[in-house]
């Protein structure tokens, strides 16, 4: 538990703290093997399909315990947390059609073993996890390969490294992005980007950063940035494309919002008697000071926030071949904006492949 | 509070029901803890999430969380808590 609370101490007590406007989480998406594309949306997968398989096309409910839904080597699979009288355990489950889900192996979270989401990673399997970290050995990272030993227990096979000498604390769940034999990981905070695959009989895993500009020291969470992704969709042959806020819109943009009103981002100051008086009323104090900070905070991002974005607009584009290891920038995609209009449009911004690869903005 | 616990009910049914079905931690709209004297708290409402920390000497700071951060920083914070 201490070692839960003091990755968010770094989280929340250690961050400059403003209130940035953050964009949609993606939809999660996944190409199957015969070209169609199933997404989320809903409490349920939705198919669609290819002109030449228009059967495939269908809509599949899923049960709201299961969690992490995704698609992997033509499986689909789901984590599902069951509680056992010695603990909790993560289930991971697979199932070739969606609707009937069985057993694969389970994750029993202990000490240097967090309770994590756990995706598949051809033989083996991909975990994340949001605060404390996976030990193996003296090593730790927020990000693991886990393997199946004789019997259905998951075990640490080795870490991924997400940066030896700076690596995310706080807060990190990235996004995780299918893409070809493994996954993305997507800090979208900072625009640091992981590949893992498996490719052959070895993992294979590389960093990326989107806007070089961003030091690697800002996956501490100590420093106060932009949203640096807007969005990260892999394309019916397997590149990513993304979309970032430039580098001087994420680097600089908190700066120009703090100036704008210096009370953006300040501490509040809750008097410490009322946090430790157990009455009903304290508490009631208590929440209300909180709201109202909340709230001031939330009223003065909405202020500013219109005057940030106007002075850096800017939008990017990019196109990731994991194959190959390639980032690079692009040109918009057609319909695709250069520029981010408005805070209704930033909070909004989304799009995705349609089956037929062509891009959908707003979805 | 109230409040915000009422209007969090629309945002995420699962993120609600995992949270106050996961014991002494659990708010319906988010939860909270206290380690080393400083207590945390993540509240989400119809405006999003946003987390807490109040230090020992009364000053408290803040940050925006996405619904899948908070999701998760919950999950992990009430299992690391049971």
């Keep these: ?167 995310p604390q706080g807060i990190f769940v990235p996004w995780v992005v299918a893409v070809p034999d493994g996954w993305a990981l997507v800090h979208s905070r900072t625009g640091h980007l992981w590949t893992v695959r498996a490719v052959g009989d070895h993992i294979q895993d590389r960093a990326f950063k989107l806007l070089a500009s961003v030091p690697d020291r800002a996956l501490a969470g100590n420093m106060d940035l932009e949203v640096a992704v807007l969005g990260c969709q892999p394309s019916p042959t397997g590149e990513l494309l993304i979309a970032t806020r430039s580098g001087e819109a994420v680097i600089k943009g908190r700066e120009w919002a703090k100036a704008l009103n210096p009370e953006l981002g300040r501490p509040t100051w809750i008097d410490p008697s009322i946090m430790k008086d157990p009455r009903p009323q304290s508490r009631e104090m208590f929440d209300r000071a909180l709201e109202a900070y909340g709230k001031r905070q939330d009223a003065i991002e909405a202020e500013v926030a219109p005057k940030v974005l106007e002075a850096f607009p800017d939008l990017l584009w990019w196109e990731m071949d994991v194959r190959e290891g390639s980032l690079r920038r692009r040109e918009p995609p057609p319909g695709a904006p250069t520029r981010i209009g408005s805070v209704e449009v930033l909070k909004a911004f989304r799009f995705r492949f349609a089956v037929d690869g062509n891009l959908i903005m707003g979805e | 509070m109230n409040r915000l616990i009422k209007s969090t009910a629309r945002l995420a049914p699962a993120f609600c029901f995992a949270l106050a079905a996961n014991g002494p931690l659990a708010l319906a709209g988010g939860c909270y803890g206290v380690d080393y004297g400083i207590q945390y708290r993540i509240i989400c409402d119809g405006a999003g999430c946003r987390g807490y920390a109040h230090h020992p000497d009364g000053s408290t700071t803040s940050a925006k969380l996405t619904l899948s951060e908070s999701r998760e920083a919950c999950g992990q914070l009430l299992e690391s808590t049971l």
């Design chain 1, 1 to 167: 538990m201490k070692t839960a609370f003091r990755f968010l101490t770094a989280s929340l007590a250690a961050l400059g703290l403003s209130a940035q406007v953050l964009p949609s989480d993606p939809v999660p998406m996944f190409w199957g093997p015969a070209g169609e594309l199933i997404r989320h949306a809903s409490g349920a997968l939705r198919v669609e399909a290819p002109p030449s398989r228009p059967t495939l096309a269908r809509v599949i409910p899923l049960a709201p315990d299961l969690e992490h839904v995704h698609v992997e080597g033509g499986w689909f699979w789901a984590n599902r947390k069951v509680r056992r009288p010695g603990g909790l355990e993560i289930h991971v489950l697979r199932s070739e059609n969606g609707s009937q889900w069985h057993f694969v192996a389970r994750w029993v979270p202990g000490k240097g073993q967090p309770v994590c989401r756990i995706l598949a990673l051809g033989p083996d399997f991909l975990a994340t996890s949001a605060m404390a970290p996976f030990q193996h050995g003296e090593r730790q990272s927020r990000a693991a390969v886990l393997a199946q030993g004789r019997g259905d227990a998951l075990h640490v096979k080795r870490l991924v490294d997400l940066g030896s000498k700076h690596t």
